[in-house]
């Protein structure tokens, strides 16, 4: 399935919305929210009202449309409302600072921002100084303010798409990573097709009576594929959640919607074993398969997870540049601890320092080539060329792999660490050290001894924050050091209430690098 055969004249909201009522599938449960089911042909209503609106607005085509919603239904409706008429929608992360939020606007020169109540007091503070925006839309109700669903209501249902090229800029995701730096990845209309075809329909089988609920927000691009575009574009159905994923919260919207696909990220697992060893109750019988992306899984989660519920976690890597997942492990095949092989469509190659493949079983650093590669950062020239080399991007990712084609993560390349003259991957240490039976999760970097000699340091979360205490953390670095090579075990335990991480769940290790002993 390595090619994919996108017509030169294509816009991505047909492929997900209207072809869905060609195929007869109008009737179809596109969206679970609630109390609020919504079908396909009532999205396609409200996308076409929401595409009038826009223009109504001075929205043109390739304008920049910014969405600051929780996953609700008016999300998928802006979403491609923006993209049928040739605007370019930007959703952007719901548990940002105010100082982020105004960095991101000006930087996109979004036309109409399109925001939640809930978090219209974090932009309010400057929007009168943005001479590009000509309308705020809330979807709610804040007084003074344009109201979404007043103002779509007196629209008609009735839109033609505009005529986009398939490699016309579809949507901009930005993402900070674990740098804290905010970028946009511009991506094309027919990067989510190729995403679709090769990873949810190779890799996972996804089907029109799947019913699919991603922990992962829309924001996020692992999210915004779980459960936005990948189900429209097969006529599968969507649980949407705008609270926070607390295990409780989700093992209900699981109880009660019953998906067959379910996605989340390694601590949210964590989180949910945790919760059920404290007594909560969860009921997985639905879900065929389960998904992990955002981290490495660690073995001990995928094996609790495993032995709990029967259904095996497929872990894999994506990025927000590459828009999907392009390492998975496969049903029936999974090989706990890795990310497994290239999804088809997709290429990988390990290089060392100079750009040259590295030998089976050595670590270097991870390059991708795949049709769903964003078009470049915007207004990062610099970055773009450093990141995008010809077909192929650097990911940042340090990976080996075996004979057998499985790649292992060895943690992101500023994360290394050289021990004794030795390179230590954090995420092996770190594996080690979650399969202690007191500990929640944790993070490894590299920290400087008296005699400035580089040293493993955890920073280590508990099941039981009473727990903490030296003995324990002795009995840590003993354990791990019957599990992995002695030279590996950390030299320090932090124990912590949480670890700093972005709002897609990765580590921020930068900030812990930072952290004084």
């Keep these: 399935m390595a090619h994919v055969d996108v017509p030169e004249w294509f816009n991505a909201a047909w492929y997900c919305v209207d072809r869905n009522l060609e195929q007869g599938r109008g009737k179809n449960v596109a ?3 609630g109390d609020r089911t919504i079908t396909y042909q009532e999205v396609s209503d409200c996308v076409n009202q929401t595409g009038h609106t826009l223009r109504t607005l001075g929205v043109e085509m390739e304008n920049r449309v910014l969405l600051l919603l929780p996953d609700c239904p008016e999300f998928a409706f802006c979403f491609f409302g923006a993209m049928k008429i040739g605007a370019v929608p930007v959703p ?9 939020y105004e960095q991101i606007i000006r930087d996109s020169r979004a036309k109409v921002l399109v925001v939640s109540e809930l978090l219209y007091d974090t932009v309010e503070p400057f929007l009168g100084e943005l001479d590009h925006v000509r309308g705020v839309v809330v979807v709610g109700d804040v007084p003074g303010q344009l109201r979404f669903d007043q103002l779509i209501a007196n629209q008609t249902t009735v839109l033609e798409s505009a005529r986009t090229h398939r490699d016309d800029a579809a949507f901009w995701l930005y993402t900070s990573g674990t740098t804290g730096l905010s970028r946009a990845a511009i991506h094309l209309h027919h990067d989510l097709v190729y995403c679709v075809e090769q990873y949810f329909k190779g890799v996972l089988g996804i089907r029109e009576g799947d019913r699919t609920f991603s922990i992962a927000k829309l924001f996020f691009a692992y999210g915004l594929g779980n459960a936005l575009y990948a ?8 649980v949407l959640y705008p609270g926070r994923p607390h295990p409780e919260a989700v093992f209900d919207v699981v109880d009660r919607y019953r998906p067959s696909l379910f996605f989340g990220v390694p601590t949210a697992y964590a989180a949910m074993l945790h919760a059920l060893e404290r007594g909560a109750t969860a009921h997985m019988a639905s879900v065929r398969l389960a998904v992990s992306a955002g981290e490495s899984l660690p073995p001990s989660i995928y094996e ?9 976690i497929l872990d894999g890597i994506g990025s927000t540049e590459i828009l999907h997942i392009f390492l998975s492990n496969r049903a029936g095949a999974v090989r706990p601890g890795s990310t497994g092989t290239v999804v088809s469509g997709y290429e990988a190659r390990i290089l060392d320092a100079h750009d040259d493949p590295v030998p089976v079983a050595e670590v270097g650093s991870l390059t991708i080539k795949g049709e769903s590669t964003c078009a470049g950062y915007w207004n ?18 340090q990976y080996r792999v075996d004979q057998d084609g499985y790649f292992w993560y060895a943690g992101r390349s500023d994360d290394m660490l050289k021990v004794s003259g030795i390179w230590v991957s954090p995420v092996e240490v770190e594996s080690a050290i979650m399969e202690h039976a007191a500990v929640l999760e ?5 920290h400087e001894d008296d005699d400035g000699l ?23 670095q003993r354990f791990v050091k019957e599990r992995i090579a002695p030279y590996k075990y950390p030299r320090w335990i932090d124990f912590v209430d949480e670890l700093p991480k972005t709002a897609t769940g990765k580590i921020q290790r930068f900030k812990l690098r930072e952290s004084p002993v």
């Design 231 to 238: 189900p429209f574009a097969v006529g599968a159905s969507t």
């Design 31 to 33: 969206i679970l929210c």
């Design 92 to 100: 952007v992360n719901t548990l940002l600072t105010v100082q982020d």
């Design 454 to 476: 580089i040293k493993p340091r955890a920073f280590v979360v508990l099941k039981d924050r009473a727990a903490a205490s030296d003995d324990l953390a002795t009995g840590i």
């Design 380 to 397: 990062r020239h610099e970055m773009t060329k450093r990141t995008i080399v010809g077909d192929w991007i650097r990911t940042g990712d």
């Design 304 to 312: 609790r997870w495993l032995d709990r519920f029967g259904v095996e």
């Design 442 to 446: 944790c993070a490894v970097v590299a």
